[in-house]
C-alpha cells in the first residue's frame, strides 16, 4: 500500500502553484507525489520528487467551471489508474503550502483507512451545514428531488482543498459525483457548489467521516481556526510557520 499525495492544474492556473509545487519537492515523504495536468499542451516542468501526469479535457466526463478535478476527474489517468484500490491518495487544493512531511502518527493514521472511509476537515466551524454553504453559493432556487426537500441544516460542509480516501473509496465518489452532478450543477452560481456535492455525498451515502484535525490541514477562509498561531522566529521567513497548538501545520492553506 503507498501514501499518495495528488494536486491538479491547468495551464492558467499552473504558474500559480510555484510555492506549493516547490514545497512538495523540498518537504514531502509521502511514496509518490502527482502533479495532474488538465491539457495537452507544453509545460515547464522540473522536479525530481513529483511526477507529472497529464489528463485530457475531452476524457472527463463532468468539469467544474474552473477546470478543478477534485471530484475524481484525476482517477482515470494512466498514473492514478496503475495504483491499487488501497493505495491511499490525499487530493489537494494548489494553493497550499506543504510545511513539513507526515509524522509517524499521521503515516499510521493514513495507513489505517480502509474502504468507505474519508478523511476530510470542516469548513467554517463543525456546526457549519450544507444549508449555509448553500447561501454562500448563491442558491439558485432549483428545486432537486432527494436534496432540497431534506433538512440540509442537519447535514455538516466539508473543506475539501484536502481530502484523503483510498483509491476503491474515491472510484465511489466519484460514480456518485457523475450521478448526481447533471442535477446539483444549475443549484449554485459560485465554482465551489463541487465542493458541496461533495460534502453532501459523503453524508448522504453515509461514509466513514474521520475528522482531519488542525495539525494535518488548517484553513483561512473563514478566519484563523482556534489554536493556530504564527511562530515568526525565523527571519527568512517573512510569512512565519503556521502552527496548531505546539505543531507545525502540515497543510497550511491560505493562511
Known amino acids: ?78 498514473e492514478m489508474m496503475s495504483l491499487d484500490d488501497q493505495d491511499i491518495i490525499c487530493f489537494t487544493d494548489g494553493d497550499i503550502i506543504l510545511q513539513r512531511g507526515l509524522n509517524k502518527k499521521e503515516k499510521k493514521m493514513l495507513s489505517g483507512m480502509k474502504d468507505g472511509d474519508v478523511m476530510v476537515g470542516y469548513n467554517a466551524s463543525p456546526k457549519d451545514t450544507l444549508y449555509n454553504e448553500a447561501l454562500r453559493l448563491e442558491y439558485t432556487g432549483k428545486v432537486v428531488d432527494g436534496i432540497t426537500n431534506i433538512d440540509l441544516r442537519e447535514i455538516p460542509i466539508y473543506n475539501t482543498g484536502v481530502f484523503i480516501a483510498n483509491k476503491k473509496t474515491w472510484w465511489m465518489l466519484y460514480e456518485k459525483y457523475k450521478e448526481l452532478w447533471p442535477s446539483v450543477e444549475d443549484m449554485f452560481e459560485h465554482y465551489a457548489k463541487q465542493q458541496w456535492l461533495i460534502s453532501y455525498i459523503v453524508n448522504a451515502d453515509e461514509y466513514n467521516v474521520i475528522e482531519m484535525d488542525y495539525g494535518l490541514h488548517s484553513h483561512g477562509h473563514y478566519g484563523i481556526p482556534f489554536w493556530v498561531y504564527f511562530d515568526m522566529r525565523d527571519k527568512n521567513d517573512p510569512l512565519g510557520i503556521a502552527m496548531y497548538k505546539e505543531e507545525k501545520i502540515l497543510f497550511r492553506h491560505k493562511l
Open 1 to 78: 500500500m503507498k501514501l499518495v499525495l495528488a494536486t491538479g492544474s491547468d495551464e492558467g492556473y499552473y504558474p500559480k502553484m510555484d510555492q506549493y509545487l516547490k514545497t512538495i519537492e523540498k518537504n514531502s515523504n509521502f511514496d509518490e507525489n502527482y502533479l495532474i495536468y488538465l491539457g495537452d499542451g507544453d509545460v515547464d516542468f522540473d522536479y525530481k520528487n513529483i511526477k507529472l501526469s497529464r489528463l485530457n479535457k475531452d476524457k472527463c466526463a463532468y468539469i467544474n467551471i474552473n477546470n478543478c478535478v477534485q471530484h475524481g476527474e484525476f482517477l482515470i489517468t494512466e
